[in-house]
């Protein structure tokens, strides 16, 4: 009955109330950094459960609440017809049957959405469960605060997730609730605590003013900058890059591009092998939302199944652009943990040896491949395609006018946008008449005018500063990142539609070329090879693919059917230059002279430890500052710490309740308390002694009671409930 009780106190109810709101702060970063969907709808449940698991006490009564709820929810999402009529029923026995069947034979890729929520919402009903019972019968509140800060640490320094407010409002939150927490623990310690409406609002009321002013003065106080370099992407070159997820630092393909910017290492693993008769760009995706720091994308992928492999997404329309029937094959190499399928442009047709699923969403162009674990992907994958070549003076011709819906979409741009961006771009393309010039003219611009192509120290765009305006005015030197990324924005400041896209170029020929067909040769693509480049719209033309970065080649084939003075090239031929890495450059003139190289590593093995020699000190001064003042305050706190060792103690001690053992402690404790038993101290004229200073008779009581339990061979005259309520009395009154 006590423990019913303290659940619907005024107390335990704020205490549940903060310990939702700190779930809450777990679940809200599930939309950026996941795929999942209706986050308010599952919070909204979790808040239910945690409502029936704090008012109802009968079980059956919150199986079926909480039951009911869930069901409300898939049916909402999900079912189709009337709620528990027999059809959505009938649907809801298929779906378990097939997914059980695909979780029993390990075939998790085969899960639909429909068990996909069944099982989270399952997950959601069991933690406010748990939470419940930690938080009001255990009454343990502090370990979750500290999983909750690290949790939205973590997400803040390797995601995309902004979680600066969040841990302000866990703090404040975390606080509050602790405070609370400790008022229901002096009650179950028997400290004089009145649950009155007064007596609550006059412990509350310190703790919230206190956390107000404090977050207050954290939030608004004036900050120094950081006083020592990011260590994230330290410890990602350090670490090879492995287990840090999609983050900017990582050379690579990556889905999270959110936050663009900052310096990387360059990775040679192998993603997958292409035989094909040219270097290809491999494309993957696009994104269409430009935030001012990187691209997202303004609607959720919408995966359809390839019917027999056909590929209904293209970029162009096949009929109005010049095309040749290729083929191509792509193998995945074993270090590879890439999921997506990259096709080339004009793909037709996708096609396996082995049993697979294919998918893409014909909205980004991305496809993905689902194989069973026992299969893998060591097979190769054959893709058919139209190899394009695009007429320039078709493209010159085009319409200015776009459908509405390119336009809604491709010509999005933040209100931020700084207005030199824009200068810029009608600057660079005042004298060009057509499309197509204008966009030539933005393609060629990064090149004539001293733009580099460099991966180390790129900056990364303060707060308030935009990514595309800072390559283009003050840094002028980053990957193909700040190339295609400007170049899309300042088309789009002119009313051309362009979308950024993201993939991976050609590789290169593999010394060891197998037996293959004429004119086709082996590429090895690696993790260095992923890139990112630029399409734009050209109406009834469709996606045209232009290479901006300085040092690559755009592998599309233009040609010219008619003399003209501002004739691009006269020879199709000449414009299929091979793609120029100037990483690669480097890399090869480094090992035509090993002594250089040597010299070179030797002198960057210097930098690097100097720059890193330096934080290490750093840290050490942290380090000793920290362990002072935490000494300092454990001399401050000796007394709270030394109370909450004793009781700790007593805890474990009392659970057998020995007697024997539970008194000596309490004469120990007694000692330690300044109570000294002087020398021929009978233990009864003791007990009166310590009763007279307490102002109780406990201590007397106790000792008679410890005396029959000698004299009598373990026999007391009380029940163990009472003893135990009795030795605790006293405990804590000592303590106290």
């Known amino acids: 009955m006590r423990i019913a009780k303290e659940k619907k106190s005024i107390p335990s109810f704020f205490i549940m109330t903060a310990g939702f709101l700190l779930f809450w702060e777990w679940l809200r970063p599930l939309g950026q950094v996941t795929d999942t969907g209706h986050i308010p709808l599952l919070v909204l449940y979790a808040a239910l459960c945690f409502l029936v698991s704090f008012f109802i006490q009968n079980g059956l009564w919150k199986f079926i609440i909480k039951g009911l709820s869930l069901l409300f929810i898939l049916d909402y999402l999900f079912l189709p017809g009337i709620f528990l009529s027999s059809e959505s029923i ?32 399952m997950v959601l009903w069991l933690m406010s469960y748990l939470l419940h019972y930690w938080f009001l019968v255990a009454n343990k509140f502090f370990l979750f605060v500290v999983l909750t800060i690290m949790y939205l640490a973590v997400l803040d320094t390797f995601t995309s997730y902004e979680a600066e407010i969040a841990i302000v409002r866990t703090f404040a939150i975390s606080f509050i609730a602790l405070g609370l927490s400790r008022f229901m623990k002096f009650r179950e310690q028997g400290v004089e605590v009145e649950i009155q409406k007064y007596s609550i609002l006059k412990w509350i009321i310190p703790i919230i003013g206190g956390v107000l002013v404090t977050a207050s003065i954290g939030i608004f106080a004036p900050k120094l900058a950081p006083q020592w370099p990011d260590p994230v992407p330290f410890i990602q070159s350090q670490a090879n890059h492995v287990g840090f997820g999609n983050t900017v630092q990582k050379v ?56 027999s492999g056909a590929v209904q997404w293209q970029a162009f329309s096949t009929q109005a652009v010049d ?78 006018k776009d459908p ?15 207005d030199r961006v824009r200068a810029l771009a009608q600057e660079i393309t005042t004298d060009k008449p057509t499309r197509y010039d204008k966009v030539k003219a933005i393609e060629r611009y990064f090149s004539q005018n001293g733009y580099t192509y460099q991966i180390e120290d790129v900056s990364i765009p303060e707060a308030g500063e935009d990514y595309v305006d800072q390559f283009l005015f003050e840094t002028m030197v980053g990957y193909c990142d700040n190339f295609s990324s400007s170049m899309v924005v300042m088309l789009r400041t002119l009313d051309i539609p362009a979308r950024w896209v993201k993939g991976f170029t050609g590789g290169e020929i593999k010394s060891n070329q197998p037996d293959l067909p004429n004119g086709y040769k082996l590429y090895e693509i690696t993790n ?72 070179d590593e030797s002198a960057l093995g210097s930098s690097r430890s100097s720059r890193i020699n330096m934080p290490i000190k750093v840290m050490i001064v942290i380090g000793v500052i920290l362990l002072v003042l935490l000494g300092g305050f454990s001399y401050w706190k000796r007394q709270e710490i030394r109370t909450w060792y004793l009781q700790k103690k007593w805890r474990k001690i009392s659970e057998q309740l020995d007697i024997e053992e539970c008194y000596h402690y309490l004469l120990k404790l007694l000692a330690k308390k300044g109570f000294n038993r002087n020398k021929g101290q009978t233990l009864r004229q003791y007990a009166k002694e310590v009763d007279e200073t307490i102002g109780k008779s406990d201590m007397y ?14 026999q007391v005259e009380v029940d163990s409930s009472t003893l135990r309520n009795l030795f605790q009395r006293i405990v804590h009154q000592i303590i106290a």
């Open 252 to 307: 690579g393909y990556g889905e999270n591009d959110s936050q663009l910017g900052g310096s990387f290492v360059q990775d040679d693993t192998a993603v997958f092998e292409a035989i094909s008769k040219e270097r290809l760009y491999w494309r993957i995706e696009s994104k269409d939302l430009y935030t001012g720091k990187g691209w997202e994308r303004s609607s959720s992928l919408d995966y359809n199944p390839l019917q």
């Open 404 to 418: 509405s819906a390119i336009q809604n979409k491709y010509l999005q741009l933040p209100s931020s946008l700084p």
């Open 90 to 121: 009938q649907f809801i026995s298929q779906e378990l049957s097939y997914n059980l069947s695909a979780v029993w034979d390990s075939q998790w890729y085969l899960m639909t959405p429909f068990f996909r929520s069944l099982l989270f919402l």
């Open 323 to 400: 095309t040749t029937e290729e083929e191509a094959s792509v193998t995945y190499t074993k270090e590879s943990n890439l999921d997506k399928v990259p096709i080339p442009y004009g793909a037709t047709e996708v096609t396996t040896s082995y049993s697979a699923l294919l998918f893409q969403d014909l909205e980004s162009g991305m496809m993905e491949m689902e194989v069973s674990e026992q299969q893998g992907r060591s097979q190769p994958y054959t893709v058919q395609y139209e190899d394009p070549s695009f007429s320039i003076d078709q493209l010159k011709q085009v319409s200015d």
């Open 701 to 714: 009581d106790l000792t008679l009671l410890y005396e029959q339990y000698l004299y009598r061979n373990g």
């Open 528 to 599: 260095n090879n992923a890139h990112s480049w630029v399409e734009v719209y050209f109406p009834n033309v469709g996606w045209v693919p232009f290479e901006p970065t300085s040092g690559f080649t755009n592998p599309t084939e233009f040609y010219q059917e008619t003399v003209a003075e501002d004739m691009d090239s006269t020879n199709p031929e000449e414009q299929r230059i091979e793609e120029t890495n100037p990483q690669q450059e480097q890399l090869e003139q480094q090992a035509t002279d090993p002594a250089d190289n040597e010299e």
